[in-house]
């Protein structure tokens, strides 16, 4: 018989709760069809269960009709996605993640101040693109220790370094290490930009990974905190580490010589796709569960502020009022959604 260590915390975070009530609530004001803009998580299970109940995810506000409504993404946007929905008469309600918020108020202020940013971060990450957006000419995505060792600077004591809210703690560190060693005067940001989440879950994870011979994240290939995980496992000593989202994608030849395996998942999973992951386990032998909890998350986010104001969609797009945007009306103002 095998066992099964479950860690947690695991699944939905604050914010990722938050996006997908604020699409629920949009969805029984108005009805379907509501216009999401990207994934509004990063999920297919999620975003599955919302498609069938009406919302109709879109990659540009160009595919939104004149006039509707649409929700923007947990994953943040460039003050001119904003300005397209102003032009395009659309009501929006902004879902980021307020969390990544403080991270774009982070950007602008160090921007206005004259510094350069290091954003620490993977590249056309739909996060990283939204950062950007609100400090453009200021920003530098630097990926790995080699970039950060490249880095063209313009004056050493001029530069501050911002992360990716999604990225292992591990990762961030060791960028942030090569960064100060080329910049000893390195300004730090004011907070820390890990998401308390991604900290919560990779914590979980260190905490059972020498124990297993196999670790299972369940998140899909798009989620970045959830492929995070996988890499945070094998970091911590698990003899094999894999990334599926959900029961169907476990192969038999995984388990061969497996006596534990661990489960995790990341903060865009619903716990439905891991408690299938638990019985499917559980008839291939692994009927033992134990529970592994490193931390007690309690955090809740509000709604965003302006949800209950958005009024239905105009009838024409000749009636269609200016768009009621959720998120900043100007770079450097605060939405007062956190």
């Not at 200016?322 to 956190?338: E, L, Q, T, V, Y």
Request: charged share 25%; net charge negative; aromatic share 4%.
């Amino acid at each position: 018989m095998g066992k099964v260590l479950l860690a947690a915390p695991r699944g939905f975070c604050a914010g990722v709760e938050r996006a997908i009530e604020t699409v629920e609530r949009v969805l029984e004001r108005h009805g379907p069809p509501v216009y999401v803009r990207r994934q509004i998580v990063h999920n297919t299970h999620v975003v599955r269960d919302l498609a069938d109940r009406g919302a109709v995810f879109v990659d540009e506000l160009d595919e939104v009709p004149v006039g509707s409504v649409v929700v923007l993404s947990a994953h943040g946007v460039a003050p001119e996605v904003h300005a397209q929905a102003a032009e395009r008469e659309l009501s929006v309600v902004d879902a980021v993640c307020p969390l990544v918020t403080k991270v774009h108020r982070e950007a602008e202020r160090f921007a206005a101040e004259g510094y350069q940013i290091a954003l620490v971060g993977h590249a056309g990450h739909e996060e990283v693109t939204g950062t950007v957006g609100h400090a453009p000419g200021r920003i530098t995505v630097v990926e790995s220790p080699e970039q950060a060792r490249a880095l063209p600077v313009a004056d050493p004591e001029r530069v501050v370094w911002l992360s990716q809210t999604t990225l292992a703690v591990d990762e961030v560190a060791e960028t942030v290490g090569a960064l100060r060693e080329r910049l000893p005067l390195l300004t730090d940001p004011p907070g820390d930009d890990i998401c308390y989440a991604s900290q919560n879950r990779q914590d979980a994870v260190r905490a059972i990974a020498p124990r297993c011979d196999l670790l299972l994240v369940v998140g899909s290939a798009n989620s970045s905190n959830s492929a995070r995980l996988v890499e945070v496992a094998l970091r911590a000593g698990a003899g094999d580490a894999r990334l599926i989202d959900d029961a169907g994608q476990v192969r038999d030849e995984w388990f061969d010589g497996v006596t534990t395996v661990g489960v995790s998942s990341g903060a865009s999973v619903p716990e439905v796709p891991v408690s299938g992951l638990v019985a499917a386990l559980a008839e291939r032998g692994f009927a033992e569960v134990e529970e592994v909890q490193v931390a007690d998350e309690t955090l809740r986010f509000a709604l965003p502020r302006r949800l209950a104001a958005v009024s239905p969609p105009p009838r024409s797009p000749a009636a269609a009022a200016p768009a009621a945007a959720d998120g900043p009306p100007a770079a450097g103002r605060p939405s007062g959604d956190g």
